[in-house]
């Protein structure tokens, strides 16, 4: 079982940075592929950027240029670094971990841009 924990979010003016933190216990993050995933109100859920076990980086589309996603192996730590915030970004972030046929999510965190 591999637990995770958000931390990071906030309510910050369009334009600032916030960097999010992704704390796992159970699991070595470096194995897996981990990914940050948001959700808006009424809105599905969808992938924001994922680091797999090679470091292989992967991000939307939206978030290019912006937003960073990086590991620390010592805290087993994925952090998403997150740039130049629009009012759009708005959302619950919430951490994945897949390892296998394993798959964990944490409880989020939430990320509150004001115009």
């Known amino acids: 079982q591999v637990s995770l924990v958000e931390s990071g979010g906030a309510l910050v003016q369009a334009g600032g940075s916030l960097k999010l933190s992704c704390a796992a216990t159970g699991g070595a993050v470096t194995v897996a592929t981990v990914g940050w995933y948001r959700q808006a109100p009424g809105k599905q859920r969808d992938l924001v950027a994922q680091i797999t076990r090679d470091s292989a980086t992967t991000y939307v589309d939206s978030v290019k240029g912006r937003f960073t996603i990086s590991r620390d192996r010592a805290e087993n730590t994925v952090y998403l670094q997150m740039d130049s915030l629009k009012p759009e970004d708005t959302a619950v972030y919430y951490c994945?971990?897949?390892?296998?046929?394993?798959?964990?999510w944490g409880p989020g965190t939430q990320v509150t841009v004001s115009s």
């Open positions: 994945n971990y897949v390892f296998g046929e394993y798959n964990f």
